[in-house]
């Protein structure tokens, strides 16, 4: 991912449940970190152009001072700050909190975007977990196959990613 590349928005299929291209999950916009040299303004152009008002922030503030950002630097949008140390994910509480914060802001026919370092862990996991959230069905298999074809196929990382689903 490079300066040059567009911002990429992964549009989360909730559709079954009316939920069409509401939910985002994207990298950090505006990240500068080793192979990662991203244009904050053009990445923030691009959240407003697809309408997002709602940031799911899930960095920590030292995570964010490593990739040359802030959290003023999003003073434009809704942050939602949720900091959650690169490599954990959220509490079980913290997850349910982020749940009914994302159907709040849905159910007010607003659209939102779980941002993380590069999209992939911690906003794949949070991902999935509304996923299953929304379609009780769904076995952990489907939900893993549906993150890696819609987001990534990195987007479920380790096992570790997957055993936080259950």
Same mark, same amino acid.
């Given at each position: 991912?490079?300066?040059?590349?567009?911002?990429?928005?992964?549009?989360?299929?909730?559709?079954?449940?009316?939920?069409?291209?509401?939910?985002?999950?994207?990298?950090?916009?505006?990240?500068?970190?080793?192979?990662?040299?991203?244009?904050?303004?053009?990445?923030?152009?691009?959240?407003?152009?697809?309408?997002?008002?709602?940031?799911?922030?899930? !960095?920590?503030?030292?995570?964010? %001072?490593?990739? $040359?950002? *802030?959290?003023?630097?999003?003073?434009?949008?809704? #942050? @939602?700050?949720?900091?959650?140390?690169?490599?954990?994910?959220?509490?079980?509480?913290?997850?349910?909190?982020?749940?009914?914060k994302i159907f709040?802001?849905?159910?007010?026919?607003?659209? !939102?975007?779980?941002?993380?370092? %590069?999209?992939? $862990?911690? *906003?794949?996991?949070?991902?999935?977990?509304?996923? #299953? @959230?929304?379609?009780?069905?769904?076995?952990?298999?489907?939900?893993?196959?549906?993150?890696?074809?819609?987001?990534?196929?990195?987007?479920?990382?380790?096992?570790?990613?997957?055993?936080?689903?259950?």
């Amino acid at each position: 991912m490079n300066s040059s590349a567009p911002y990429k928005i992964n549009w989360l299929n909730l559709e079954q449940v009316g939920y069409f291209e509401s939910i985002g999950i994207g990298g950090l916009a505006g990240c500068k970190h080793r192979f990662i040299q991203r244009n904050l303004e053009e990445d923030l152009r691009v959240l407003k152009v697809n309408n997002i008002r709602h940031l799911l922030l899930l !960095c920590d503030t030292v995570e964010l %001072d490593r990739f $040359g950002l *802030s959290i003023s630097c999003f003073y434009e949008f809704e #942050l @939602h700050h949720y900091p959650c140390e690169y490599g954990l994910f959220p509490s079980i509480e913290v997850m349910m909190d982020l749940i009914r914060k994302i159907f709040q802001i849905i159910e007010a026919g607003e659209k !939102c975007l779980i941002m993380s370092r %590069d999209g992939l $862990g911690r *906003s794949c996991v949070v991902g999935a977990v509304l996923v #299953l @959230h929304t379609n009780e069905s769904s076995s952990y298999n489907e939900v893993y196959s549906l993150m890696k074809r819609s987001v990534d196929p990195r987007a479920i990382q380790t096992v570790k990613d997957l055993n936080n689903l259950g």
